[in-house]
């Protein structure tokens, strides 16, 4: 797995993960097999406040408080033969880390430009946006804002780029 910087905005580096897209069905052995596609995720955290500007007056998500977010990344592709895996979880951790620390860990969330109204929705949808050029195989962003509550966005209506 090879890693390039690429810029974009904010303060922290962007770290991109790049892998061989016509990985071969031959192992070193030579052996042809059929190619076994994966999925990884990658769990993170972070603690942010925020309030909903749209909801109806006197509900309670329009006062200010916190949660504990938790972000699934969910990420497939094939089994490279050569390595025995699609990608390793430390490239997912480099691409993923800083954008979840520098940007929404111990903020105010509707203070970040694309989070002015930060629902779980928006949460995920913002972080597919942030991640989706860096994070080959990205199928997935679960945000958790309680233990029982979560949202599941699997990327733009059929199939259609947000890029």
Known sequence: MAEADVPHTGDTAATVIQRD???????LDGVARQVQVVQLVKEFTFEAAHRLPYVPPGHKCGRLHGHSFKVEVRVEGPINPATGWFVDYGDI?????????????HNYLNEIQGLENPTSENIAVWLWDQLGRSLPGLVEIVVFETCSARCVYRGPAHGQSRF
Do not use: E, F, Q
């Open 21 to 27: 897209p016509s990985p071969t069905t031959a192992p």
């Open 93 to 105: 951790k480099d691409v993923v880390k800083p954008i979840v620390d520098g940007k929404l860990d």
